[in-house]
Protein backbone atom coordinates (compact mmCIF):
# COMPACT_ATOMS: atom_id res chain seq x y z
CA UNK A 1 0.00 0.00 0.00
CA UNK A 2 2.73 2.38 0.89
CA UNK A 3 4.50 1.87 -2.31
CA UNK A 4 1.35 2.51 -4.11
CA UNK A 5 0.57 5.85 -2.52
CA UNK A 6 4.27 6.26 -3.09
CA UNK A 7 3.51 5.70 -6.74
CA UNK A 8 0.38 8.53 -6.58
CA UNK A 9 3.02 11.17 -5.34
CA UNK A 10 5.52 10.84 -7.66
CA UNK A 11 3.08 11.01 -10.57
CA UNK A 12 1.64 14.33 -9.08
CA UNK A 13 5.13 15.58 -8.41
CA UNK A 14 6.26 14.67 -12.51
CA UNK A 15 3.00 16.33 -13.44
CA UNK A 16 3.89 19.23 -11.94
CA UNK A 17 7.12 19.29 -13.39
CA UNK A 18 6.10 18.93 -16.70
CA UNK A 19 3.86 21.93 -16.17
CA UNK A 20 6.74 24.01 -15.45
CA UNK A 21 8.62 24.31 -18.59
CA UNK A 22 5.23 25.51 -20.05
CA UNK A 23 5.38 28.33 -17.49
CA UNK A 24 8.04 29.78 -19.86
CA UNK A 25 6.61 29.05 -23.03
CA UNK A 26 8.59 30.14 -26.12
CA UNK A 27 7.68 32.82 -28.37
CA UNK A 28 7.43 31.42 -31.91
CA UNK A 29 6.73 33.95 -34.29
CA UNK A 30 5.54 38.03 -34.15
CA UNK A 31 3.22 38.33 -31.62
CA UNK A 32 3.99 35.22 -29.43
CA UNK A 33 1.83 33.03 -31.87
CA UNK A 34 -0.79 32.38 -34.79
CA UNK A 35 -3.37 34.54 -33.04
CA UNK A 36 -1.24 37.52 -32.73
CA UNK A 37 -2.43 37.59 -28.82
CA UNK A 38 0.79 38.72 -27.32
CA UNK A 39 0.16 36.65 -24.07
CA UNK A 40 3.12 34.76 -22.66
CA UNK A 41 4.10 33.09 -19.39
CA UNK A 42 6.63 33.46 -17.34
CA UNK A 43 8.42 35.03 -13.97
CA UNK A 44 8.23 38.48 -13.62
CA UNK A 45 11.13 40.67 -14.71
CA UNK A 46 11.69 43.11 -12.40
CA UNK A 47 15.14 45.80 -11.82
CA UNK A 48 16.17 45.31 -15.57
CA UNK A 49 19.76 45.55 -16.44
CA UNK A 50 21.57 44.26 -20.18
CA UNK A 51 21.95 40.38 -19.84
CA UNK A 52 23.74 41.11 -23.67
CA UNK A 53 23.65 43.39 -26.56
CA UNK A 54 24.97 42.35 -30.57
CA UNK A 55 25.40 44.63 -32.97
CA UNK A 56 24.52 43.56 -36.15
CA UNK A 57 25.29 45.73 -39.38
CA UNK A 58 21.87 47.82 -40.04
CA UNK A 59 18.67 48.97 -38.30
CA UNK A 60 16.57 45.94 -36.45
CA UNK A 61 13.09 46.43 -36.83
CA UNK A 62 12.06 42.84 -36.45
CA UNK A 63 10.70 41.52 -33.57
CA UNK A 64 12.48 38.39 -31.93
CA UNK A 65 11.51 34.79 -32.05
CA UNK A 66 12.56 32.68 -29.06
CA UNK A 67 12.76 28.91 -29.55
CA UNK A 68 14.73 26.69 -27.39
CA UNK A 69 17.66 29.03 -26.15
CA UNK A 70 17.90 30.86 -29.37
CA UNK A 71 16.82 34.04 -30.22
CA UNK A 72 16.27 34.80 -34.27
CA UNK A 73 15.66 38.04 -35.83
CA UNK A 74 16.20 39.77 -38.66
CA UNK A 75 18.50 43.13 -39.88
CA UNK A 76 18.36 45.85 -42.19
CA UNK A 77 21.69 44.72 -43.20
CA UNK A 78 20.02 42.10 -45.08
CA UNK A 79 20.73 39.50 -42.76
CA UNK A 80 18.96 36.91 -40.71
CA UNK A 81 20.70 36.34 -36.91
CA UNK A 82 20.10 32.97 -34.35
CA UNK A 83 21.83 34.28 -31.26
CA UNK A 84 22.22 32.21 -27.63
CA UNK A 85 19.74 33.31 -25.99
CA UNK A 86 21.50 33.00 -22.76
CA UNK A 87 24.68 35.32 -23.68
CA UNK A 88 23.95 36.84 -27.32
CA UNK A 89 26.27 34.59 -28.97
CA UNK A 90 25.99 34.73 -32.58
CA UNK A 91 25.02 30.93 -33.71
CA UNK A 92 24.53 31.40 -37.72
CA UNK A 93 23.60 33.81 -40.00
CA UNK A 94 21.95 33.87 -43.18
CA UNK A 95 22.13 36.68 -46.09
CA UNK A 96 18.81 37.52 -48.01
CA UNK A 97 19.05 39.98 -50.82
CA UNK A 98 17.66 42.85 -49.30
CA UNK A 99 16.99 44.74 -45.77
CA UNK A 100 14.57 42.78 -43.34
CA UNK A 101 11.28 43.91 -42.02
CA UNK A 102 9.95 41.00 -41.24
CA UNK A 103 9.80 38.70 -37.53
CA UNK A 104 10.43 35.18 -38.12
CA UNK A 105 8.69 32.07 -36.83
CA UNK A 106 10.30 29.28 -36.08
CA UNK A 107 8.63 25.85 -35.98
CA UNK A 108 9.41 22.44 -36.24
CA UNK A 109 12.66 23.17 -36.33
CA UNK A 110 12.60 25.66 -39.25
CA UNK A 111 12.63 29.85 -39.56
CA UNK A 112 10.60 31.07 -42.07
CA UNK A 113 10.81 34.93 -42.87
CA UNK A 114 10.38 37.45 -45.67
CA UNK A 115 12.85 39.75 -47.28
CA UNK A 116 12.77 42.84 -49.09
CA UNK A 117 14.40 40.76 -52.06
CA UNK A 118 10.75 39.74 -52.69
CA UNK A 119 11.13 36.17 -50.89
CA UNK A 120 9.88 34.07 -48.18
CA UNK A 121 12.56 32.26 -46.72
CA UNK A 122 12.72 28.83 -45.04
CA UNK A 123 16.05 28.02 -42.74
CA UNK A 124 17.78 24.70 -41.13
CA UNK A 125 16.94 26.55 -37.19
CA UNK A 126 20.27 24.93 -36.33
CA UNK A 127 22.54 25.80 -38.75
CA UNK A 128 20.83 28.48 -40.93
CA UNK A 129 21.15 26.38 -44.22
CA UNK A 130 18.21 27.39 -46.61
CA UNK A 131 15.92 24.72 -47.14
CA UNK A 132 13.86 26.65 -50.13
CA UNK A 133 12.56 30.35 -50.94
CA UNK A 134 9.55 31.58 -52.56
CA UNK A 135 9.81 34.32 -54.63
CA UNK A 136 6.69 36.48 -54.62
CA UNK A 137 5.99 39.94 -57.19
CA UNK A 138 6.92 41.97 -54.27
CA UNK A 139 8.46 42.55 -50.89
CA UNK A 140 7.94 40.57 -48.04
CA UNK A 141 7.61 43.07 -45.14
CA UNK A 142 5.00 40.54 -43.28
CA UNK A 143 5.71 38.17 -40.65
CA UNK A 144 4.62 34.75 -41.29
CA UNK A 145 2.42 32.92 -39.54
CA UNK A 146 2.74 28.98 -39.45
CA UNK A 147 -0.46 26.59 -38.62
CA UNK A 148 -1.23 22.95 -39.95
CA UNK A 149 1.93 22.90 -41.88
CA UNK A 150 1.18 25.78 -43.63
CA UNK A 151 3.06 29.85 -44.21
CA UNK A 152 0.80 32.72 -44.30
CA UNK A 153 2.17 35.41 -45.64
CA UNK A 154 1.47 38.71 -47.09
CA UNK A 155 3.54 40.23 -49.69
CA UNK A 156 3.46 44.12 -51.51
CA UNK A 157 2.37 42.00 -54.85
CA UNK A 158 -0.64 42.65 -52.92
CA UNK A 159 -1.45 38.90 -52.00
CA UNK A 160 -1.79 36.79 -49.33
CA UNK A 161 0.25 33.82 -49.91
CA UNK A 162 -0.06 30.38 -48.55
CA UNK A 163 2.93 28.24 -48.62
CA UNK A 164 3.76 24.50 -47.91
CA UNK A 165 5.87 24.35 -44.94
CA UNK A 166 7.93 21.50 -45.89
CA UNK A 167 8.82 22.77 -49.54
CA UNK A 168 7.45 25.93 -50.43
CA UNK A 169 5.16 24.93 -53.13
CA UNK A 170 1.96 27.60 -53.60
CA UNK A 171 -1.06 26.26 -52.09
CA UNK A 172 -3.16 29.42 -52.76
CA UNK A 173 -2.58 33.25 -53.19
CA UNK A 174 -5.18 35.54 -52.66
CA UNK A 175 -5.32 39.11 -54.00
CA UNK A 176 -7.75 40.48 -50.64
CA UNK A 177 -7.80 44.27 -51.67
CA UNK A 178 -4.39 44.12 -51.86
CA UNK A 179 -3.00 43.00 -48.89
CA UNK A 180 1.34 44.00 -48.62
CA UNK A 181 2.67 44.60 -45.29
CA UNK A 182 0.18 43.27 -42.29
CA UNK A 183 1.02 39.69 -40.83
CA UNK A 184 -1.76 37.43 -40.71
CA UNK A 185 -3.64 35.85 -37.76
CA UNK A 186 -4.41 32.39 -38.12
CA UNK A 187 -7.03 31.05 -36.05
CA UNK A 188 -9.76 28.51 -36.31
CA UNK A 189 -9.34 27.52 -40.17
CA UNK A 190 -9.61 31.31 -41.29
CA UNK A 191 -7.03 33.47 -42.24
CA UNK A 192 -7.72 37.18 -40.40
CA UNK A 193 -5.50 40.28 -42.41
CA UNK A 194 -5.99 43.60 -42.99
CA UNK A 195 -5.19 45.22 -46.30
CA UNK A 196 -4.30 48.23 -48.48
CA UNK A 197 -7.68 48.89 -49.50
CA UNK A 198 -8.31 50.01 -45.84
CA UNK A 199 -9.99 46.73 -44.90
CA UNK A 200 -10.03 43.43 -42.43
CA UNK A 201 -10.32 40.13 -44.94
CA UNK A 202 -11.45 36.94 -43.02
CA UNK A 203 -9.94 34.02 -45.57
CA UNK A 204 -10.41 30.05 -45.88
CA UNK A 205 -7.19 29.08 -44.69
CA UNK A 206 -7.56 25.89 -46.71
CA UNK A 207 -8.73 27.34 -49.95
CA UNK A 208 -8.01 31.26 -49.40
CA UNK A 209 -11.94 31.82 -50.50
CA UNK A 210 -13.29 35.22 -49.25
CA UNK A 211 -15.28 33.74 -45.74
CA UNK A 212 -16.24 38.34 -44.88
CA UNK A 213 -14.48 41.60 -45.12
CA UNK A 214 -15.13 45.01 -42.95
CA UNK A 215 -14.13 48.29 -44.71
CA UNK A 216 -12.30 50.83 -42.17
CA UNK A 217 -9.23 52.92 -42.09
CA UNK A 218 -6.99 49.83 -40.22
CA UNK A 219 -3.49 49.95 -39.78
CA UNK A 220 -2.84 47.35 -37.02
CA UNK A 221 -2.33 43.81 -37.86
CA UNK A 222 -4.99 41.30 -36.30
CA UNK A 223 -5.56 39.72 -33.18
CA UNK A 224 -7.96 36.90 -32.52
CA UNK A 225 -9.08 36.13 -28.91
CA UNK A 226 -12.66 34.05 -28.19
CA UNK A 227 -13.89 34.30 -31.01
CA UNK A 228 -13.39 37.88 -32.14
CA UNK A 229 -11.15 40.35 -34.18
CA UNK A 230 -8.92 42.91 -32.43
CA UNK A 231 -7.71 45.56 -34.49
CA UNK A 232 -6.50 48.90 -34.42
CA UNK A 233 -7.39 51.87 -37.25
CA UNK A 234 -6.32 55.27 -38.22
CA UNK A 235 -8.39 58.77 -38.85
CA UNK A 236 -9.35 59.52 -42.52
CA UNK A 237 -9.66 63.43 -42.77
CA UNK A 238 -11.43 62.41 -45.99
CA UNK A 239 -14.79 61.27 -44.25
CA UNK A 240 -14.12 62.46 -40.87
CA UNK A 241 -13.83 58.75 -39.45
CA UNK A 242 -11.62 58.79 -36.37
CA UNK A 243 -9.16 56.64 -35.24
CA UNK A 244 -10.35 53.86 -33.20
CA UNK A 245 -9.74 50.13 -31.96
CA UNK A 246 -12.39 47.71 -33.21
CA UNK A 247 -14.15 43.84 -32.07
CA UNK A 248 -15.31 42.02 -34.74
CA UNK A 249 -16.98 38.50 -34.66
CA UNK A 250 -14.46 36.28 -36.44
CA UNK A 251 -17.50 34.34 -37.71
CA UNK A 252 -19.41 37.15 -39.21
CA UNK A 253 -16.92 40.46 -39.54
CA UNK A 254 -20.08 42.18 -37.54
CA UNK A 255 -18.78 45.03 -35.09
CA UNK A 256 -19.21 44.10 -31.74
CA UNK A 257 -17.76 47.52 -30.17
CA UNK A 258 -15.32 50.37 -30.83
CA UNK A 259 -13.21 52.64 -28.78
CA UNK A 260 -12.18 56.01 -30.67
CA UNK A 261 -9.10 57.37 -29.62
CA UNK A 262 -7.43 60.60 -31.32
CA UNK A 263 -4.53 59.00 -33.27
CA UNK A 264 -3.84 56.45 -35.26
CA UNK A 265 -3.32 52.78 -33.58
CA UNK A 266 -0.40 50.96 -35.45
CA UNK A 267 0.19 48.33 -32.84
CA UNK A 268 -1.05 44.88 -33.07
CA UNK A 269 -3.48 44.40 -29.53
CA UNK A 270 -1.94 42.09 -27.19
CA UNK A 271 -5.11 40.18 -25.68
CA UNK A 272 -4.81 38.22 -21.83
CA UNK A 273 -7.29 37.59 -19.65
CA UNK A 274 -10.51 39.22 -21.14
CA UNK A 275 -8.15 42.48 -21.14
CA UNK A 276 -7.03 44.14 -24.61
CA UNK A 277 -3.95 46.09 -24.25
CA UNK A 278 -2.86 48.57 -27.19
CA UNK A 279 -0.84 51.29 -27.87
CA UNK A 280 -2.04 55.03 -29.85
CA UNK A 281 -0.54 57.69 -31.13
CA UNK A 282 -2.95 59.59 -29.35
CA UNK A 283 -0.27 61.44 -27.25
CA UNK A 284 1.53 57.94 -26.37
CA UNK A 285 -1.28 56.01 -24.68
CA UNK A 286 -1.33 52.81 -24.12
CA UNK A 287 -5.04 51.09 -22.89
CA UNK A 288 -6.22 48.04 -21.67
CA UNK A 289 -10.43 47.64 -22.69
CA UNK A 290 -12.35 45.42 -21.72
CA UNK A 291 -12.33 42.87 -24.39
CA UNK A 292 -16.28 42.13 -23.81
CA UNK A 293 -17.43 45.72 -24.39
CA UNK A 294 -14.36 47.78 -25.02
CA UNK A 295 -14.78 50.12 -21.86
CA UNK A 296 -11.38 51.15 -21.01
CA UNK A 297 -9.94 49.85 -17.97
CA UNK A 298 -6.84 52.25 -17.73
CA UNK A 299 -4.33 54.14 -20.00
CA UNK A 300 -0.82 54.88 -19.18
CA UNK A 301 0.98 58.06 -21.01
CA UNK A 302 4.19 57.41 -22.64
CA UNK A 303 6.91 59.12 -24.06
CA UNK A 304 6.77 58.80 -27.68
CA UNK A 305 4.44 57.30 -30.12
CA UNK A 306 3.62 53.26 -29.78
CA UNK A 307 4.14 51.16 -32.44
CA UNK A 308 5.46 48.28 -30.84
CA UNK A 309 2.99 46.24 -29.84
CA UNK A 310 2.77 45.33 -26.23
CA UNK A 311 3.42 41.49 -24.64
CA UNK A 312 1.86 40.40 -21.75
CA UNK A 313 3.20 38.09 -19.34
CA UNK A 314 2.67 37.24 -15.93
CA UNK A 315 0.63 40.18 -15.13
CA UNK A 316 2.92 42.85 -16.20
CA UNK A 317 2.42 44.47 -19.88
CA UNK A 318 5.52 45.03 -22.11
CA UNK A 319 5.47 48.23 -24.62
CA UNK A 320 7.94 50.37 -26.20
CA UNK A 321 7.72 54.08 -27.54
CA UNK A 322 9.70 55.02 -30.61
CA UNK A 323 11.95 56.42 -30.11
CA UNK A 324 11.43 56.30 -26.15
CA UNK A 325 11.44 53.62 -23.24
CA UNK A 326 10.43 50.32 -23.22
CA UNK A 327 7.83 49.92 -20.02
CA UNK A 328 6.43 47.41 -17.69
CA UNK A 329 2.85 48.22 -16.04
CA UNK A 330 1.04 45.97 -14.04
CA UNK A 331 -1.84 44.80 -16.06
CA UNK A 332 -4.71 45.43 -13.55
CA UNK A 333 -4.54 49.25 -13.22
CA UNK A 334 -1.69 50.50 -15.82
CA UNK A 335 0.88 51.53 -12.63
CA UNK A 336 4.28 51.84 -13.84
CA UNK A 337 6.58 49.17 -12.85
CA UNK A 338 9.75 50.38 -14.76
CA UNK A 339 11.26 52.23 -18.07
CA UNK A 340 14.32 51.40 -19.65
CA UNK A 341 16.22 53.94 -21.84
CA UNK A 342 16.24 52.85 -24.88
CA UNK A 343 15.95 54.10 -28.76
CA UNK A 344 13.81 53.05 -32.27
CA UNK A 345 12.54 49.74 -31.23
CA UNK A 346 11.19 46.31 -31.89
CA UNK A 347 8.09 44.81 -30.67
CA UNK A 348 9.18 42.66 -27.79
CA UNK A 349 9.19 39.31 -26.48
CA UNK A 350 9.58 37.99 -23.02
CA UNK A 351 10.74 34.40 -22.21
CA UNK A 352 12.25 32.86 -19.12
CA UNK A 353 12.11 36.18 -17.00
CA UNK A 354 14.35 38.01 -20.15
CA UNK A 355 12.65 40.75 -22.48
CA UNK A 356 14.75 40.49 -26.15
CA UNK A 357 13.84 43.74 -28.13
CA UNK A 358 15.34 45.13 -31.41
CA UNK A 359 16.75 48.96 -31.27
CA UNK A 360 18.83 51.08 -33.63
CA UNK A 361 21.28 48.12 -35.00
CA UNK A 362 21.75 46.25 -32.20
CA UNK A 363 19.56 43.14 -30.53
CA UNK A 364 19.01 43.37 -26.53
CA UNK A 365 18.16 41.06 -23.83
CA UNK A 366 16.91 42.61 -20.38
CA UNK A 367 16.77 40.43 -17.42
CA UNK A 368 16.76 41.36 -13.32
CA UNK A 369 19.96 42.39 -12.15
CA UNK A 370 20.64 43.56 -8.88
CA UNK A 371 23.58 45.72 -10.67
CA UNK A 372 21.79 47.24 -13.51
CA UNK A 373 19.23 49.79 -13.24
CA UNK A 374 16.82 51.26 -15.63
CA UNK A 375 16.90 55.31 -16.14
CA UNK A 376 15.18 56.33 -14.35
CA UNK A 377 15.44 54.26 -11.22
CA UNK A 378 12.77 53.73 -9.74
CA UNK A 379 12.25 51.29 -6.84
CA UNK A 380 10.08 48.73 -8.80
CA UNK A 381 6.73 47.14 -6.86
CA UNK A 382 3.85 45.07 -8.13
CA UNK A 383 0.27 46.92 -7.21
CA UNK A 384 -2.12 44.34 -6.22
CA UNK A 385 -3.37 41.58 -7.81
CA UNK A 386 -1.54 40.90 -10.92
CA UNK A 387 -2.52 38.62 -13.40
CA UNK A 388 -1.57 34.79 -13.08
CA UNK A 389 -0.65 33.21 -16.20
CA UNK A 390 -3.04 30.71 -18.06
CA UNK A 391 -1.78 27.26 -19.07
CA UNK A 392 -2.75 26.31 -22.63
CA UNK A 393 -5.59 23.48 -22.71
CA UNK A 394 -4.05 21.34 -24.94
CA UNK A 395 -1.40 21.34 -22.17
CA UNK A 396 -3.71 20.93 -19.46
CA UNK A 397 -6.01 18.32 -20.71
CA UNK A 398 -3.92 15.59 -21.78
CA UNK A 399 -1.83 15.74 -18.57
CA UNK A 400 -5.12 14.98 -16.44
CA UNK A 401 -6.23 12.44 -18.31
CA UNK A 402 -2.95 10.75 -17.92
CA UNK A 403 -3.14 11.55 -13.81
CA UNK A 404 -6.94 10.39 -13.85
CA UNK A 405 -6.28 7.37 -15.46
CA UNK A 406 -2.94 6.67 -13.29
CA UNK A 407 -5.35 6.94 -10.28
CA UNK A 408 -8.22 4.74 -11.55
CA UNK A 409 -5.29 2.41 -12.22
CA UNK A 410 -3.39 2.10 -8.81
CA UNK A 411 -7.69 2.04 -7.08
CA UNK A 412 -7.84 -1.41 -9.05
CA UNK A 413 -4.68 -2.02 -8.35
CA UNK A 414 -5.54 -1.58 -4.72
CA UNK A 415 -8.75 -3.70 -4.94
CA UNK A 416 -6.93 -6.67 -6.76
CA UNK A 417 -3.97 -7.10 -4.01
CA UNK A 418 -6.90 -7.04 -1.02
CA UNK A 419 -8.46 -9.48 -2.72
CA UNK A 420 -5.31 -12.03 -3.31
CA UNK A 421 -4.63 -10.96 -0.04
CA UNK A 422 -7.53 -12.30 1.69
CA UNK A 423 -7.37 -15.46 -0.70
CA UNK A 424 -4.10 -15.92 1.08
CA UNK A 425 -5.40 -16.01 4.26
Not at 14 to 43: K, Q, R, Y
Not at 87 to 108: D, F, K, R
Request: glycine share 10%; aromatic share 10%.
Amino acid sequence: MKKIVGALVCIIFVSSLVLIPFANADWTMFHADPSHSGAGTGPLLLNPGVLWSYTTGGLVLSSPAVVNGVVYIGSFDHDVYALNATNGAQLWNYTTGNSIWSSPAVVNGIVYIGSEDKNVYALNATNGVKLWNCTTGGKVDSSPTVVNGVVYISSEDGNVYALNAANGVEEWSDAAGGSSESSPAVVNGAVYVTTDDDSVYALNADSGAELWNYSGYFLSPTAVAGGVVYVGSDSDPATDLEAHVYALDAASGTQLWNYTTSGAVESCPAVANGVVYVGSEDGFNVYALNAANGVKLWNYTTSSDIDSSPAVVGGVVYVASSPGNVYALNATNGAELWNYAIGFVSSPAVVNGVLYIGYGDQVYALNTSSTSSPSPSPTPTISPSPTLPEFPAWIILPLFAVMLLSIVFIRKRIVILQVVRRLIE
